[in-house]
């Protein structure tokens, strides 16, 4: 009998790739989406055909109850956030609830329904915040810098506290940043992707940016979705931080993204004051040094591999004629 997964978040970047490879394994996928109006299937659209969808909500513990008793998984992925942190500052209790007592009502409806079932939840390098040491491991003391880091911060330690309290498989992944040609619109990864397609089609002729020396450890999501599914297939539940552990700075992505078109990016770039966050976070760097050696987990695409990926995605997209196909 195949083994059944049950993600939340399965719409966004991660749950769609996160769809793909336990599909690949044989599983049985199913996924909670919320009731709007107007539904956002489109990084799922190619596997609609084989999986099923299951109404339910975060702030609505009884809808997960419901859930979970029906589809009965071996192993839940949370991966469903309020995950744009510029827009916690603007809606700080939202963000709470989604990502505080979201988790919370995940882990109590596991408890209630089945104690058995693996629990993987999606903690964030923005939990490191001012970080008090470089690189950051598993060990490295917490210091939230926005609403959003502390919010996961809560959700992180509420998971270990529900691990230790009922003896329930729960895993906390403490990714650092990933991204991919699916990736929102508002992050600047895929700002500074989409901006350069624009630029080099004549379709735009600047991009706004804030700190161009904020650095961060980018990968393809791809690649950490394989690390959530190797956390659950341990023997024993634990933490693991996941990265790349090479940093770079907006700067640098900005350089490598025109530079794949064969553009000065100074000539196209302007820095916007408004867009620097109130309380920066400057050098977010993970050692997954331990991911490496448990898991046996590598990343595949490199930095540049990863930006080339996501330009060609969007020139594409855009109706551009260049670059390779994308891992999209």
């Given at each position: 009998?195949p083994r059944r997964?049950l993600?939340?978040?399965?719409t966004?970047q991660?749950?769609?790739?996160l769809a793909?490879l336990?599909?690949?394994?044989g ?5 909670i989406?919320?009731r709007t109006s ?9 596997l ?6 299951h109404p339910?909500?975060l ?15 071996d192993?839940l ?11 916690s500052w603007d ?12 988790v919370t009502?995940i882990?109590d409806?596991?408890?209630t ?5 693996r ?12 970080v008090?040491?470089v690189p950051?491991t ?12 502390v ?10 506290n529900?691990?230790e ?21 508002e992050?600047?990864?895929?700002k500074v ?15 706004a ?5 904020a ?24 933490d693991?931080v ?13 350089e ?18 408004a867009?620097?966050r109130p309380?920066e ?13 448990v ?15 996501m330009?060609?995605?969007?020139l594409?997209?855009?109706g551009g ?8």
């Amino acid at each position: 009998m195949p083994r059944r997964a049950l993600i939340t978040g399965i719409t966004g970047q991660d749950g769609s790739y996160l769809a793909e490879l336990l599909l690949e394994k044989g599983y049985e996928v199913s996924g909670i989406v919320r009731r709007t109006s107007a539904p956002n299937l489109s990084r799922i659209q190619h596997l609609l055909d084989r999986i099923s969808l299951h109404p339910a909500d975060l702030l609505d513990q009884l809808s997960l109850i419901r859930v979970i008793e029906r589809v009965q998984p071996d192993e839940l992925y949370n991966l469903a956030a309020m995950s744009f942190v510029p827009a916690s500052w603007d809606q700080p209790m939202l963000t709470g609830e989604f990502n505080s007592q979201g988790v919370t009502r995940i882990l109590d409806a596991i408890r209630t329904v089945n104690p058995a079932i693996r629990l993987y939840q999606a903690s964030s390098s923005e939990m490191f915040g001012k970080v008090r040491e470089v690189p950051q491991t598993e060990l490295t003391p917490f210091y939230p810098r926005s609403p959003y880091g502390v919010s996961k911060v809560f959700g992180h330690y509420i998971t270990v506290n529900y691990r230790e309290s009922y003896g329930l498989f729960a895993c906390s992944g403490i990714l650092f940043n990933h991204e991919s040609p699916r990736r929102g619109l508002e992050f600047v990864t895929r700002k500074v992707s989409d901006g350069v397609a624009r630029i080099k089609l004549g379709l735009a002729d600047t991009l706004a940016l804030g700190n161009l020396d904020a650095c961060r450890v980018w990968g393809f999501a791809g690649d950490y979705v394989r690390a959530m599914w190797l956390m659950l297939q341990q023997e024993q539940p634990d933490d693991d931080v996941v990265a790349t552990g090479v940093a770079h700075s907006v700067r640098d992505l900005v350089e490598t993204a025109f530079g794949h078109v064969g553009l000065d990016w100074r000539s196209h770039v302007r820095v916007d004051p408004a867009l620097i966050r109130p309380a920066e976070v400057d050098h977010l760097i993970g050692d997954a040094s331990k991911a490496r050696r448990v898991l046996g987990w590598e990343p595949t695409v490199d930095f540049k591999g990863l930006v080339e990926m996501m330009v060609d995605a969007d020139l594409e997209r855009l109706g551009g004629r260049e670059g390779r196909p994308s891992r999209a």
